[in-house]
């Protein structure tokens, strides 16, 4: 067919003016299906409150979100062990969940009822310097590590751990083997007393993380959520500009520059501290007060 054949007769192509031209698109815009996004999000401090509940509203729009075709997932610094139990409080069985900050990246196996998770990805150091440097400047800290295989060893008891399973070893102990991160909690440090522990013996060697409260979380070096999420991404085939990171602390901080870097989002909960907020593209609600699910409720 020719191209003079192809065209319309005419008075057969009807012109609009343009204000109508412009309500068409628009309607094809907002009719128009949103692509699959990948949705991370942290756990204490943006699913969960202090008092380990959830944040109003978040179980809902979760399944409102996977219900359009999302893949909604956690980034979080806890092990495997203390992140499953949240992903069933919310009703969801991701394709992956980074944990450990990004040392740990778990993998759905199977649907339903039947399925379980598999280690995707381990990242794993010698922890032997770093607990040296730490145990002479940090004499009555609690220390605890997480191995390859999830297991963890511990020094001292503390009543906001999950030691389920872990093991009470010496201090000596912890170094016998690569580790995939250290916990250190000080009860006497302050947040801002181990942010100058480490400019001052220089943890250059690891990735960390300074919590709200008195602890430090060591990953292996250039491990972060980032790291453990681009993964993630590129096994999922999702377009780098389709991610939405939500996290409150500054174990989140990497992962919020890497979305913003690639076009995606990142929001910070509006307690965080400020650091966090300056790495985020936009600062929401609070946790308590729901600042998840009004975010996932306006996709």
């Known amino acids: 067919m020719s191209r003079e054949a192809a065209l319309p007769e005419t008075g057969d192509v009807e012109i609009a003016a343009q204000h109508e031209a412009v309500d068409v698109v628009e309607r094809i815009a907002d009719d128009a299906p949103v692509g699959r996004m990948l949705i991370a999000l942290d756990i204490d401090g ?16 979760v399944a409102g979100a996977h219900a359009a075709g999302h893949e909604v997932m956690l980034a979080t610094g806890r092990s495997w062990d203390s ?4 992903m ?3 009703g969801i069985q991701p ?47 609690h220390f605890l590590v997480e191995l390859p ?9 503390l009543d906001d751990w999950n030691l389920q399973g872990a093991n009470k070893v010496s201090f000596a102990e912890l170094s016998n083997q690569p580790v995939c991160r250290v916990v250190v909690v000080a009860p006497e ?7 100058e522990l480490v400019e001052r013996i220089g943890l250059t060697q690891v990735s960390y993380a300074i919590g709200w409260t008195a602890w ?5 070096q250039g491990v972060d959520k980032s790291t ?36 995606g989002r990142a929001i910070a909960m509006h307690q965080g501290p400020p650091e966090v907020h300056a790495a985020a593209g936009e600062v929401g609600l609070s946790v308590s007060e729901g600042g998840v699910a009004a975010v996932l409720r306006a996709l």
Do not use: K
Not at 149 to 157: I, P, V
């Open 95 to 141: 394709e992956y969940a980074v944990c450990s900050n990004g040392a740990i990246v778990m993998r759905r196996v199977g649907d339903g009822n039947a399925a379980v998770y598999e280690r995707a990805h381990v990242e794993t150091f010698d922890p032997t310097q770093v607990l040296t440097l730490l145990g002479e400047h940090l004499s009555g800290a």
């Open 83 to 86: 992140t499953h139990p949240i």
């Open 228 to 263: 453990a999420l681009e993964l993630v991404r590129g096994w999922l085939d999702i377009a780098a500009g389709r991610v939405l990171v939500m996290g409150d602390g500054r174990n989140d901080i990497e992962m919020m520059q890497w979305a913003l870097r690639h076009g």
């Open 88 to 90: 069933e409080r919310l």
């Open 189 to 195: 440090q302050t947040d801002q007393d181990f942010l």
């Open 216 to 220: 430090l979380d060591i990953a292996p």
């Open 149 to 157: 295989d999830g297991s963890r060893l511990f020094t001292d008891y």
């Open 46 to 61: 943006t699913v969960l409150l202090e008092d380990d509940t959830l944040s109003p509203g978040v179980v809902e729009a």
